[in-house]
């Protein structure tokens, strides 16, 4: 079936991982996505090797997930005939996609400035570090730099007096992708009615920001940041730890109306209508956040992760484990509503791979197209551009442009 963008054309010329994930994305609901390389590649090719996982042009998961559902280009945009034919893939494209700094797209001609006087019509797509306006404007961002860091993930939501959480590679990133998406989808309904492009942004310092609301209105009254979890305001929204040595959350935000039934839950049938502890207002007040916690971790520690995900699911109070990747491929959530797909490699091997979180109802679940080898798809682009054999193998030969090349 086909996609919700189809008919989209989307020129893509990012690296690593948030850019080029948002036009994975938009190749996910059927635009037509070219991604333009320079002859180096984008290094995101060798990033298996940061992840410590295999890369190779017949399994590089490591690249798939920012770019599945793409044609791949190799151009040398810095020659006079490749930044033409760059100029030709944009004359008919509705989107380009870059993460390029300012200061390099306006020597490459490629600046927004210079897209919109030529093309009027196209979106002009941007992932940022710090945004364009402050002292960083220029400089280089990254997700544990902008996002995690100066953006207040990691100081915000460490557990107290400990080190700050260790976070998989693109924690941020990914969020940063999901936001540009939907701006550069809100710009193509204008597009449409106008026929004008748009300029469209998204920092990752800013969606950091963005991400922790609470946490950045509270502050101003006095919520202090990081907190522990031995102190927390609602005892019913935390982490315990259980007989097996595994971590959960429960999160039971109705204090007062489910205190006598999780009481009973955990075997703790002497606290039930215990003016002491069932008044969360008064636990506050009164600073007794420690000392009950301290009893709901005692509780747990007396049974079992699977036994307590159980006891209250039959409770109806919602409460899950803390799971690793290794059991979220296993979990029936997960692969029941396609969060995760197995997928077979050109290696021949088997992996999983998360589809992204937006489905739908005309498309179904999206097709996905790994990842090839660079320059794949440069003879097939040029020719549709109306070039012919021999002029490409000359161009080739050139230097302008670069055919398959494999890692």
């Known amino acids: 079936m086909d996609g919700i963008l189809k008919g989209v054309k ?52 490591g690249f ?25 893939l944009l004359n008919d494209a509705d989107i380009f996609l870059t993460n390029i700094r300012a200061k390099s797209l306006a020597k490459m001609g490629l600046d927004y400035e210079a897209l919109h006087k030529k093309f009027p019509k196209l ?39 400990e080190t700050p959480m260790n976070p998989s590679n693109g924690y941020g990133d990914f969020q940063v992708s999901m936001c540009l998406a939907a701006g550069l989808c809100g710009a193509l309904v204008k597009q449409r009615a106008d026929g004008i492009g748009e300029k469209v942004t998204v920092s990752l310092h800013h ?13 101003q009254y ?23 040595n595994r971590w959960l959350v429960m999160c ?46 005692e509780a747990f520690q007396k049974e079992t992760l699977d036994h307590w995900v159980k006891v209250f699911s039959e409770n109806d109070l919602p409460l899950e484990p803390c799971y690793v990747p290794t059991e979220i491929y296993k979990d029936e959530e997960a692969l029941k509503n396609d969060e ?25 679940n999206p097709e996905l197209k790994v990842s090839r080898a660079q320059g794949s798809d440069t ?4 020719k549709e551009l109306g070039y012919s054999e021999d002029t490409i193998q000359k161009m080739q030969a050139d230097g302008i442009i670069g055919l398959t090349k494999n890692i």
């Open 123 to 161: 979106i002009f797509g941007q992932v940022l570090g710090y945004g364009e306006h402050g002292d960083k404007k220029d400089a280089a961002g990254f997700d544990a730099t902008c996002y995690m860091a100066r953006g207040g993930i990691l100081g915000t939501t460490m557990e107290l007096n």
């Open 222 to 244: 006095g919520n202090t940041y990081p907190k522990t979890r031995k102190e927390i305001a609602n005892p019913f929204n935390n982490t315990y730890k259980t007989k097996d």
């Open 252 to 297: 039971v935000p109705v204090y007062g109306r489910d205190y006598n039934k999780v009481m009973t839950v955990l075997n703790r049938k002497d606290l039930v209508d215990n003016p002491r502890y069932n008044d969360v207002d008064e636990i506050n007040k009164n600073h007794l956040n420690n000392e009950f916690v301290a009893i709901m971790g």
């Open 379 to 382: 003879a097939e682009v040029l």
């Open 10 to 61: 989307v020129i893509d010329m990012t690296t690593f991982l948030a850019a080029p994930t948002v036009a994975r994305i938009l190749g996910e609901w059927g635009a037509d996505v070219i991604k333009v390389e320079s002859p180096k590649g984008d290094p995101g090719r060798t990033q298996g090797s940061v992840f410590n996982m295999h890369y190779s042009d017949d399994e590089n998961l």
């Open 64 to 88: 798939d997930i920012s770019n599945m559902n793409k044609r791949f280009v190799t151009l040398n945009t810095k020659s006079d005939e490749g930044l033409d034919i760059m100029y030709q």
């Open 340 to 364: 995760l797909r197995e997928m077979t490699f050109p290696s021949g091997a088997d992996r999983m791979i998360p589809t992204n979180p937006v489905r739908f109802e005309s498309q179904g």
């Open 207 to 219: 969606a950091a920001i963005f991400m922790q609301n609470v946490a950045m209105v509270s502050a």
